[in-house]
T-cell receptor
Framework: GAGVSQSPSNKVTEKGKDVELRCDPISGHTALYWYRQSLGQGLEFLIYFQGNSAPDKSGLPSDRFSAERTGGSVSTLTIQRTQQEDSAVYLC??????????????FGPGTRLTVL | TQLLEQSPQFLSIQEGENLTVYCNSSSVFSSLQWYRQEPGEGPVLLVTVVTGGEVKKLKRLTFQFGDARKDSSLHITAAQPGDTGLYLCAGALDSNYQLIWGAGTKLIIKP
């Protein structure tokens, strides 16, 4: 079956522009995560969606970052007024329910964002 | 702040050698996962360990969860160039759905 897909795969933008990153999770997965990964480093949690519950936005680094999940499926991460330090790979993952009990997180290939 | 310290950060060895990667924390985890990530792709789950002292084997990879469920190790026997990648550990806490991620070990196996 289809895995998690993300688009675009690469995005180059100029400082100060807004960008939108898209994630299509695996059908039926109720939980969706966004992470940020700097080159060759670990994952930085950004935001978590679970069903119809209010999202956990505790990992968003500033108010320039926002995300939504429409109809419990597709999610969009928006970064306003991009800065050079926003350059990173943005990864989306989905899973059944929650991962605390060992549910596998399935990751998309990521969007590599470069802010010039 | 819960931390999961992963070591070494970088390891470059010759094909056929053995290696061990460690993840250590002061937190007790309900489970711990190991992922492998190749360039341009997202992490892929290798294994989940749940019970203290548990050992799981995946071909030449052996994963161990510490007795106190605070640490874990990944041992690779007779490493192959195909083992090259970024290895990430991630711990799950009972009280939180978030995974606590290690910073990763970049492994290069030279033919």
């Amino acid at each position: 079956g289809a895995g998690v897909s993300q688009s675009p795969s690469n995005k180059v933008t100029e400082k100060g522009k807004d960008v939108e990153l898209r994630c299509d999770p695996i059908s039926g997965h109720t939980a969706l995560y966004w992470y940020r990964q700097s080159l060759g480093q670990g994952l930085e949690f950004l935001i978590y969606f679970q069903g119809n519950s209010a999202p956990d936005k505790s990992g968003l680094p500033s108010d320039r970052f926002s995300a939504e999940r429409t109809g419990g499926s597709v999610s969009t991460l928006t970064i306003q007024r991009t800065q050079q330090e926003d350059s990173a790979v943005y990864l989306c993952a989905s899973s059944f329910e929650i991962s605390g009990a060992g549910y596998t997180q399935y990751f998309g290939p990521g969007t590599r964002l470069t802010v010039l | 702040t819960q931390l999961l310290e992963q070591s070494p950060q970088f390891l470059s060895i010759q094909e056929g050698e053995n290696l061990t990667v460690y993840c250590n924390s002061s937190s007790v985890f309900s489970s711990l996962q190991w992922y492998r990530q190749e360039p341009g792709e997202g992490p892929v789950l290798l294994v989940t360990v749940v019970t203290g002292g548990e050992v799981k084997k995946l071909k030449r990879l052996t994963f161990q969860f510490g007795d106190a469920r605070k640490d874990s190790s990944l041992h690779i026997t007779a490493a192959q160039p195909g083992d090259t990648g970024l290895y990430l550990c991630a711990g799950a806490l009972d009280s939180n759905y978030q995974l606590i991620w290690g910073a990763g070990t970049k492994l290069i196996i030279k033919p």
